[in-house]
Structures are given as structure tokens and as C-alpha cells.
């Protein structure tokens, strides 16, 4: 179990490291190559489907890129905690962000791309984003159905709801790459502050994913293992001296006479 544990804390941030690594790639690839399609395509929008379009991104960029992510980093703070109140408002919270706003934001995205776009799913944008609109139902329903504390299913329902989770997670961050470049194709706005930005977030937030894992670690730094404890000074305190039987007998003694004259033996 160690090792299953080790290797999920590694998978998860090296997919986070990869996604940061393809949008600069493809960011420079895609200012690079798109300036020649869009002279060659330039397709004229009214500006009531460019603010749709507009629209549909804020959306799904707050509802996958934004607060999923930070719903995945609030439930791991469970983590830490054993039973209690504190673990009851971490968990609603969590609850609350991944269905009442993310799926509920993800789902008005959906329906405003199937009512106004052109869906042909003719690119990965849109395939990948039905991929993702079925996928986060199916991740809610599966939180909905968790088994309780002792269940023989319980490990199996967290290892599919965590595995799904992220790889939606991960996934919908990627699609927001790929939804800036369809943006700029239909257009024909730059989109490299947008994607400089977006990337500094997914930055953080595989920042703040290492660092919950290593904030544990550092807190125990300041106590020993154990019973023991440290003492701010690392002094060592002497124990108490125990006074030998020759050390007693040789000792002076107080006598008292009739009078109650007190005298030295």
C-alpha cells in the first residue's frame, strides 16, 4: 500500500509537469503556424457569436480549469484529519464546488456549444469536450454512490472516483488549450496572453499539490517520532543523582543529648 500511495503522488505531478511542458510547445508551435491560417481562413463572426464564444470558455475555463482543481485540493486536506466536524465541512465543501458549480457551469457550457456552434467534431477540442461532458456526470454519480467507512467496496470506490476525477481534471485543463487555439482560428485574436495566464495557474495549482504533500512532512521536522520529545534548546538535562551507601554512612550526623543539646557525631 506504501508504494501504490508513493506512486500516485508521483503520477499526478508528472502529468501536471507534461501539461505545462505541451502548452509551451504548442503555444509557440500554434502563434507560429496560426497567423498563416488565419490569413489563409479568416472566418467573419458576428460579434453576437464572438461573445458567445467568449462565453463558452469563461465557462468551461472556470468549471475545469478553475474549480475543479481547487475542489480536488481542498478534499485532500482530508488527508490529514481522522473524524470530527472539521472533516464534515472539508467534505461538503468539496461536494458543493465539484456538483454545484463545476458540473452545473460545465453543463450550461454544454448546452450553449450544442445550441450555437457548429458541432461537427471534426477536431480534438470537440471530441475531447463530449468525452468530458459524459465523464463528469458519470464522476458525480460515482460520489454520490460512495460506500461507507468499512466497506469491503469503499477502497475500490476511491480508487475509481480518485483515477476519474483526475484524469477528468487533467484532461479538461488540456481541452482549455486546445479550445484557446479554436479560438483563435474562428477569431483571429491572439491568444497568448490567455494561454500565459492559464499556464501560470496549472502552475500553481501543481504547486500547491506538492506542497500538501510535503507540509505533513515538514511539521513533523519540529517532533520525534514516538513518545520522545524536543526540546527547543537540545539540552540534555542530567538525571538525578543517586547518592551511594558509603556517601550516606559518611555524612555527619545530629545527635541531641538529655539537655537537647544538639552535637555532631
Same mark, same amino acid.
Given at each position: 500500500?506504501?508504494?501504490?500511495?508513493?506512486?500516485?503522488?508521483?503520477?499526478?505531478?508528472?502529468?501536471?509537469?507534461? /501539461?505545462?511542458?505541451?502548452?509551451?510547445?504548442?503555444?509557440? $508551435?500554434?502563434?507560429?503556424?496560426? %497567423?498563416?491560417? @488565419?490569413?489563409?481562413?479568416?472566418?467573419?463572426?458576428?460579434?453576437?457569436?464572438?461573445?458567445?464564444?467568449?462565453?463558452?470558455?469563461?465557462?468551461?475555463?472556470?468549471?475545469?480549469?478553475?474549480?475543479?482543481?481547487?475542489?480536488? /485540493?481542498?478534499?485532500? !486536506?482530508?488527508?490529514?484529519?481522522?473524524?470530527?466536524?472539521?472533516?464534515?465541512?472539508?467534505?461538503?465543501?468539496?461536494?458543493? /464546488?465539484?456538483?454545484?458549480?463545476?458540473?452545473? +457551469?460545465?453543463?450550461?457550457?454544454?448546452?450553449?456549444?450544442?445550441?450555437?456552434?457548429?458541432?461537427?467534431?471534426?477536431?480534438?477540442?470537440?471530441?475531447?469536450? /463530449?468525452?468530458?461532458?459524459?465523464? @463528469?456526470?458519470?464522476?458525480?454519480?460515482?460520489?454520490?454512490?460512495?460506500?461507507? %467507512?468499512?466497506?469491503?467496496? %469503499?477502497?475500490?470506490?476511491?480508487?475509481?472516483?480518485?483515477?476519474?476525477?483526475?484524469?477528468?481534471?487533467?484532461?479538461?485543463? @488540456?481541452?482549455?488549450?486546445?479550445?484557446?487555439?479554436?479560438?483563435?482560428?474562428?477569431? $483571429?485574436?491572439?491568444?497568448?496572453?490567455?494561454?500565459?495566464?492559464?499556464?501560470?495557474?496549472?502552475?500553481? !495549482?501543481?504547486?500547491?499539490?506538492?506542497?500538501?504533500?510535503?507540509?505533513?512532512?515538514?511539521?513533523?521536522?519540529?517532533?520525534?517520532?514516538?513518545?520522545?520529545?524536543?526540546?527547543?534548546?537540545?539540552?540534555?538535562?542530567?538525571?538525578?543523582?543517586?547518592?551511594? +551507601?558509603?556517601?550516606?554512612?559518611?555524612?555527619?550526623?545530629?545527635?541531641?543529648?538529655?539537655?537537647?543539646?544538639?552535637?555532631?557525631?
Amino acid at each position: 500500500m506504501p508504494i501504490f500511495q508513493k506512486l500516485l503522488s508521483f503520477t499526478t505531478p508528472a502529468c501536471f509537469a507534461l /501539461l505545462v511542458f505541451l502548452s509551451f510547445v504548442g503555444c509557440s $508551435s500554434h502563434e507560429f503556424s496560426g %497567423r498563416k491560417r @488565419i490569413n489563409n481562413n479568416v472566418h467573419k463572426l458576428s460579434p453576437h457569436m464572438t461573445f458567445d464564444i467568449a462565453l463558452h470558455g469563461v465557462l468551461l475555463w472556470a468549471s475545469m480549469g478553475f474549480v475543479m482543481p481547487i475542489g480536488v /485540493l481542498i478534499i485532500r !486536506m482530508c488527508n490529514r484529519e481522522e473524524y470530527g466536524r472539521k472533516v464534515k465541512v472539508i467534505f461538503y465543501v468539496h461536494v458543493t /464546488l465539484q456538483t454545484v458549480f463545476s458540473l452545473v +457551469l460545465a453543463t450550461v457550457g454544454a448546452v450553449m456549444s450544442i445550441k450555437n456552434f457548429e458541432n461537427s467534431f471534426n477536431n480534438y477540442h470537440q471530441r475531447i469536450g /463530449l468525452a468530458l461532458y459524459g465523464a @463528469i456526470w458519470v464522476q458525480a454519480l460515482i460520489g454520490f454512490c460512495r460506500p461507507g %467507512r468499512g466497506s469491503k467496496r %469503499r477502497s475500490v470506490w476511491y480508487f475509481v472516483h480518485w483515477i476519474l476525477g483526475t484524469t477528468v481534471c487533467i484532461v479538461g485543463m @488540456i481541452n482549455i488549450y486546445t479550445g484557446l487555439e479554436a479560438y483563435q482560428k474562428k477569431t $483571429s485574436r491572439s491568444i497568448r496572453v490567455w494561454t500565459v495566464v492559464f499556464t501560470a495557474e496549472v502552475c500553481l !495549482m501543481a504547486f500547491l499539490y506538492l506542497f500538501q504533500d510535503k507540509w505533513e512532512y515538514m511539521q513533523k521536522q519540529r517532533v520525534v517520532m514516538g513518545n520522545e520529545t524536543v526540546t527547543p534548546s537540545d539540552q540534555v538535562i542530567p538525571p538525578p543523582r543517586e547518592y551511594s +551507601l558509603k556517601e550516606v554512612l559518611t555524612e555527619p550526623c545530629m545527635k541531641k543529648n538529655a539537655l537537647m543539646n544538639h552535637f555532631m557525631d
